[in-house]
């Protein structure tokens, strides 16, 4: 008995395999963890099957529901859900177990997110870092404040003004935050500002009308 699944890479050298929450509705949510962590995915190098190790053997605690073999010995072992095939944390491609195969829709994304954190030591857990939303970054106002990526931990800084990067040849204005000083100027500093399409922000304050 148990949910099974797989996880494997394009490459299909390496497989991971879970006894139990072998569901969509698991395996997502399981991936967004580890890419909030900032972990590096199994697709990179073998520091990724680590990490997914850490978190899902955290959250199922024991020490038969989840394993690690080549793909080729643990590929029929998923009967339950069959095989996710992920690049990046993202997943590319399924093998299903059977023709007529739904996937699982029972648990709720952000609930399964909340679970995988509760699992992990205090201290690497991610906290209020999963009650951020996720805004464009031309959406981005003075005074959001923004979560960045530390050494290992998230950080959360103002946006505090507009500007384009030191050594930005685009001369495309961004907004940068109230990060690294420097005599009072924080737009000096490249690492102070935003980039990429979307933003991590606290949610904003509502005002009372």
């Not at 990179?44 to 529901?65: H, K, M, P, T």
């Not at 080549?70 to 339950?80: F, K, N, S, V, W």
């Amino acid at each position: 008995m148990g949910n099974r699944a797989v996880i494997t890479t394009p490459e299909k050298k390496i497989g991971l395999y879970m006894h139990w929450n072998g569901g969509r509705d698991t395996v997502e949510p399981l991936l967004r963890y580890c890419e909030l962590k900032g972990y590096r995915p199994p697709s990179e190098d073998c520091y990724g099957w680590a990490r997914l190790s850490q978190v899902i053997g955290n959250f199922f605690g024991g020490a038969l529901s989840v394993g690690v073999d080549t793909y080729e010995d643990i590929c029929e072992a998923g009967d339950d859900n069959g095989v996710y095939v992920i690049e990046g944390w993202k997943i590319v491609d399924r093998i299903y177990p059977y023709d007529g195969f739904t996937e699982q829709a029972d648990y709720d994304f952000e609930e399964m997110l909340r679970a995988f954190d509760a699992a992990m030591p205090v201290a690497d857990q991610l906290g209020e870092v999963l009650d951020a939303v996720e805004v464009p970054l031309s959406d981005i106002c003075i005074g959001d404040e923004a979560w960045l990526r530390g050494i290992e931990t998230w950080e959360n800084h103002p946006v505090i003004g507009f500007g384009v990067p030191n050594g930005n040849r685009d001369g495309i204005t961004r907004p940068y935050v109230g990060r690294y000083d420097h005599n009072g100027d924080y737009s000096w500093n490249p690492n102070n500002y935003l980039s990429g399409d979307t933003v991590l922000i606290k949610a904003r304050k509502t005002i009372d009308k």
